[in-house]
């Protein structure tokens, strides 16, 4: 299917492991690498991890990444207040022969 | 440093078309197609299209062919969008495309569609 899905709200406590999950197809995740993006409140997105589970210069590795078939999670361990944000997966779709952002999860710091 | 840096908040009518600049810096700007993409008001992000500045070759998603534009000036890129109604109510971004991640964003420009 060409739509990324996923849950809209994960939460946890400061110092916990979050994971956030995001489903594909066989035309999207099933044939190319996966990025992930964070959105702060109020500002632009910025590239959390690229190609299935390369961090940018700067990420650090609380954030991993890992990609299996038609699908692919984030995990951020050990959960900071700065990490509350809105978090996407994002990757090419051959039937859409675009870009597709996964619906969006909202990371919630209890 | 990278940077792109867009233009300012637009408000506009149904109807009239609105045109979104993204001036590059910091690297060689022919190297990098630039995407575009959208976030309306509470909703997730949304593909535009992209354009390859080596060349000027474009792509667009679907629901936006023949009603947006993507064009360039040496490194200064552009987005306009016609026939707008209020569904184009949105924070619209540019990005650089950097392997196929957007690794560098702009700021975000606010258009408004209002009567």
């Known amino acids: 299917q060409s739509v990324l899905t996923q849950p809209p709200s994960a939460s946890g406590t400061p110092g916990q492991r979050v994971t956030v999950s995001c489903s594909g197809g066989?035309?999207?995740?099933?044939?190319?690498?996966v990025n992930w993006y964070r959105q702060l409140p109020g500002t632009a997105p910025k590239l959390l991890i690229y190609?299935?589970?390369q961090r940018p210069s700067g990420v650090p590795d609380r954030f991993s990444a890992s990609k299996s078939a038609t699908s692919a999670s984030l995990a951020i361990s050990g959960l900071q207040s700065e990490d509350e944000a809105d978090y996407y997966c994002?990757?090419?779709?051959?039937?859409?022969?675009?870009?597709?952002f996964g619906t969006g999860t909202k990371v919630n710091v209890l | 440093q990278v940077q792109l840096v867009q233009s300012g908040a637009e408000v506009k009518k149904p109807g009239a078309s609105v045109k979104v600049s993204c001036k590059t810096s910091?690297?060689?700007?022919?190297?990098?197609?630039i995407n575009w993409a959208r976030q309306a008001p509470g909703q997730g992000l949304e593909w535009v299209g992209w354009?390859?500045?080596?060349?000027?070759g474009t792509n667009y998603a679907q629901k936006f062919q023949g009603r947006v534009a993507l064009t360039m000036d040496t490194s200064i890129f552009y987005m306009e969008v016609n026939r707008l109604t209020s569904d184009d109510t949105a924070v619209y971004y540019c990005?650089?495309?950097?392997?196929?991640?957007?690794?560098?964003w702009g700021q975000g420009t606010t258009v408004t569609v209002s009567s």
């Open positions: 910091g690297y060689n700007f022919i190297g990098y197609h």
């Open positions: 354009i390859n500045p080596n060349g000027g």
């Open positions: 990005g650089r495309d950097n392997n196929d991640a957007m690794d560098v």
């Open positions: 066989s035309s999207n995740i099933g044939s190319y690498t």
């Open positions: 994002s990757t090419w779709d051959d039937s859409l022969n675009g870009y597709l």
């Open positions: 190609n299935n589970n």
